[in-house]
């Protein structure tokens, strides 16, 4: 949908006001005002998802390595969080938290999807629970999904009966990235009567239909992001688009002439890690030239970030923080993030509040005027009004992320500035993560009033979890089924 001469944006407005008041109080509580009252026209939404991205691994955090000249330019004429986190460490729990405005473990996703789940296991989340897609597709949104999908193969759980008008990609939780290989495997296994293929070799479909996909999948994906946004154009309606790339996710399989850039990186898991984050960068600017041509750039709300965090076995890099995807230390759900918007979202600054994947739904709702469902549970907060004042949406209220692992679990609590950590088995720990990103200086000893606090407040968390729908593997299934999961009288037990 095109910028409309109707629209009233405030902060130019704003400014002017607030430059006039005689008090601090006054010109707080005019702006404030002017941002609850902003009246602004239906945006589009574009959601760009990376999976399994490092948090240093993209130019405006950090990198020097891995150049994506089209992220950064989105980053700093908009706002970088700082501060940003995921549901969960693993992909398919973190997306439906995005999906739902849940933490994973209130809908029984706390697990990935099986592999071949599709075939194997009928499961997903309930469709009781009305997605955000739905929610905007029912407030007149034109609606759509480009990617990984890993929220449920069999036809009820299917995008296009999720709210996505238009769905162009794969259902499982991963996928090879060259069709010459992947459409030879999956035809010959095919052929040959195997009954589990691997989701990876899967055809890639469009709207419920195998497509005879020829390009290196980035790629493929980021074109039918262009062909998304130039059809939308053609309508009055607004647009959201679900662009969920599975880059730089294993395997790690990257275009030569995209590879050959980084020379200079000598590890080769980090050098083909890096061409893949690169194509992904190629194809963003391919996506804003296309919303400047079609008139829809001025009125288009771009939100990037991670899933969780990077893999480091596989060529990520979440420097400074602690581990990497599957932890509940910082470089496990801790993720790159920024809002852009011209004339709209703050330019060249950064939002050093925390922030959650769960208040992504609510925040959208507010900007596109849809209502929320009766009935419908939310964990997140809308963000909108505190993030364009700079204030704190989650003062002094606590962001959770718990992972089951082998017979026990890991938690992580994050507060204002503390962080709690239980992990490996180990004693509970204490961090002040603004002063210690790393996660090096356990204060529990010299704070236990404040990691009690914190331990108590996710026991009462924990309470509202529900069993498991799926298990990632057979052995935890077992575990959870002889009651010998998930055990929290052990997990919130101080040391």
């Known amino acids: 949908m095109k910028l409309s ?3 009233k944006f405030f902060t130019c407005v704003s400014a002017l006001f607030l430059m006039s008041c005689n008090s601090s109080k006054e010109k707080v509580a005019s702006k404030e005002k002017v941002v609850k009252n902003q009246t602004i026209e239906k945006p589009n939404i574009l959601v760009i ?30 706002t970088i969080f700082t501060s940003a986190y995921v549901t969960h460490p693993f992909c398919g729990p973190s997306r439906a938290s995005l999906m739902t405005g849940l933490y994973p473990h209130k809908i029984g996703a706390q697990f990935n999807l099986p592999p071949n789940s599709g075939e194997t296991i009928k499961k997903g989340i309930s469709v009781d629970e009305p997605f955000i897609s739905k929610v905007l597709n029912e407030t007149g949104y034109r609606t759509g999904i480009i990617g990984k999908w890993h929220l449920g193969s069999n036809p009820e759980f299917h995008p296009n009966v999720r709210g996505f008008d238009d769905f162009f990609g794969f259902l499982g939780g991963g996928h090879n990235y060259f069709p010459e290989q992947y459409n030879a495997a999956y035809k010959k296994q095919k052929e040959s009567g195997k009954k589990l293929i691997w989701d990876y070799l899967h055809p890639i479909e469009h709207n419920g239909k195998n497509v005879d996909e020829t390009e290196y999948l980035t790629d493929a994906f980021s074109r039918e992001a262009v062909r998304f946004i130039d059809d939308a154009s053609k309508t009055k309606d607004p647009f959201f688009l679900y662009l969920a790339y599975n880059a730089p996710h294993t395997p790690l399989e990257a275009k030569p002439e995209d590879e050959a850039l980084f020379t200079h990186i000598k590890d080769k898991k980090r050098r083909t890690y890096a061409a893949m984050v690169y194509a992904v960068d190629r194809g963003v600017k391919k996506i804003v030239a296309s919303l400047k041509e079609s008139g829809q750039f001025d009125n288009t709300l771009i939100v990037f970030m991670s899933d969780n965090g990077g893999k480091t076995t596989s060529g990520a890099t979440n420097y400074p923080l602690k581990e990497g995807k599957g932890s509940v230390y910082e470089g496990g759900f801790r993720v790159p993030m920024f809002f852009h918007w011209p004339n709209v979202v703050p330019a060249g600054k950064k939002y050093d509040f925390n922030v959650s994947a769960i208040d992504v739904y609510p925040t959208f709702a507010r900007l596109s005027g849809a209502k929320i469902p009766e009935g419908k549970r939310l964990d997140g907060k809308n963000m909108w009004d505190n993030f364009m004042l700079n204030r704190d949406s989650h003062k002094d209220e606590s962001i959770y992320v718990l992972r089951h692992r082998n017979g ?9 500035e503390w962080k709690a950590v239980k992990a490996y088995r180990q004693k509970w720990k204490l961090f002040n993560v603004n002063d210690d990103i790393s996660e090096k200086f356990d204060l529990s000893d010299k704070y ?43 997990t919130f037990k101080l040391n």
């Open 408 to 416: 026990f679990s890991d938690v992580g609590i994050r507060n204002n």
């Open 5 to 7: 001469n109707s629209i």
């Open 448 to 490: 236990p009033a404040i990691l009690k606090n914190l331990v108590t407040q996710a026991e009462i968390w924990s309470k509202s979890h529900i069993q498991p729908l799926w298990w990632h593997d057979e052995k935890t299934g077992i575990q959870w089924k002889a009651d010998k999961m998930p055990r929290f009288d052990k």
């Open 49 to 78: 998802l990376c999976d399994d991205l490092g948090y240093s691994d993209v130019g405006f955090n950090g990198a020097k390595d891995i150049i994506t000249p089209a992220l950064d330019q989105l980053a700093d004429n908009g």
